[in-house]
C-alpha cells in the first residue's frame, strides 16, 4: 500500500529537560528523518536521568489553540502522541484528531517512566481505550504498558482488546542474552523482530522507536517496513549511547542515520 509521502510529523508530547526523552527526543528523531516536527507539548515536567519530580499540565485551550494554527497554515498527516496530562486532555486531543480526519496517528502509550514511576491512573487509561485507540494506525506499548492496558490477559488477548489494526509490543525477553519485538495486525502476529540485549538502562528509547515510527509511516513506508526501520535505527541509537547523567543512559540520536 502506498502512503502519501509529507515533510512534518505533528507530535503531542510532553517535555523531558534532561533531552533525553520526550519532545526532544521527538524532534531529534523525526529531524533524522529529514522531516521537520511540528510540536506541541502536553505537559511540562521537572525531572532528571534518575527520577520525575513534579509534572504540570498544558492547558487544554492553548494546546487547541496550537493544534488548529498549525492545521490551518501547514499539511500533515501523520500525528504521534506521547506522554499525556489528564483525561480531559485525552478528550481534546482525540477530538481535534477526530474532527482533522484523513491521518497516520503513532501513540506510544507512556503509563510508567524509565524510572518505574506511574505516569497514568486507571480512568486516563481507560479514556484513552475508548477516545484515542480507535483513531490510532499503531500503539507501541512495551510489554508492562500491555499488561497495564488489558490486566489479566495473555498477550494476544490483550492485544485483541484494544482497538487498533496494528501494534508493535515492545522489549519482551525471548532469552537470556536476546530480546524480542512483536507485531500484531489485526490482532494476529505479523511479525518478530530479536535483537541482542543490551547491558544499559536507556531512557527516551520508547520515544525515539514511536517517533522514527512516524516519521517513516509519514515519508510513505507501510507500517511493517516502518516498524523494522525504526526498530534498527533505535538499536543502534542505543548501541551508541551517551552518559550524561548519574543513572540511565541518553540515546545517541545523531550517530545513526535512518535505512
Known amino acids: 500500500m ?3 509521502k509529507t515533510d512534518s510529523v505533528l507530535v503531542f ?3 523531558d529537560p534532561s533531552g533525553a526523552a520526550g519532545i526532544a527526543a521527538d524532534i531529534e528523531t523525526i529531524n533524522q528523518f529529514g522531516l521537520t516536527p511540528l510540536p506541541i507539548i502536553t505537559i511540562l515536567t521537572a525531572q532528571n536521568t534518575q527520577k520525575i ?6 492547558n487544554n485551550e492553548l494546546l487547541e489553540h496550537q493544534f488548529k494554527l498549525i492545521d490551518e497554515d501547514m499539511f500533515f498527516n501523520t500525528v504521534k502522541i506521547g506522554l499525556l496530562g489528564s483525561s480531559s486532555q485525552i478528550i481534546a486531543i482525540a477530538k481535534l484528531l477526530n474532527d482533522r480526519k484523513r491521518l ?16 497514568s491512573s486507571t480512568e486516563m487509561m481507560e479514556v484513552m481505550k475508548t477516545q484515542l485507540f480507535p483513531l490510532c494506525l499503531l500503539l507501541t506499548p512495551n510489554l508492562a504498558e500491555l499488561n497495564a492496558l488489558a490486566p489479566g490477559l495473555d498477550e494476544q488477548a490483550a492485544v485483541a482488546s484494544l482497538n487498533c489494526p496494528w501494534i508493535l509490543v515492545t522489549t519482551s525477553d525471548s532469552s537470556e542474552v ?10 494476529k502476529l505479523f511479525k518478530k523482530f530479536t535483537y541482542d540485549k543490551l547491558p544499559n538502562k536507556y531512557h527516551g528509547s520508547g520515544c525515539t522507536l514511536s517517533s522514527a515510527i512516524s516519521a517513516s509511516i509519514a515519508s510513505g513506508d507501510d507500517v ?6 525504526a526498530l534498527e535505527y533505535t538499536y543502534q541509537c542505543l548501541l551508541n549511547a551517551k552518559k550524561l547523567g548519574k543513572m540511565q543512559y541518553h540515546p545517541n540520536r545523531t550517530s545513526s542515520k535512518p535505512i
Do not use: F, M, W
Request: proline share 5%; aromatic share 2%; net charge negative.
Open 178 to 187: 536476546q530480546i524480542e519485538h512483536r507485531l500484531y495486525h489485526e490482532s
Open 2 to 4: 502506498d502512503r502519501p
Open 104 to 119: 497516520n496517528i503513532v501513540l506510544d502509550p507512556i503509563l510508567i517512566s524509565g524510572a518505574n514511576e506511574n505516569l
Open 224 to 229: 511493517d517496513v516502518a516498524c523494522s526501520k
Open 53 to 58: 519530580d513534579s509534572l504540570e499540565i498544558t
Open 13 to 15: 508530547s510532553g517535555l
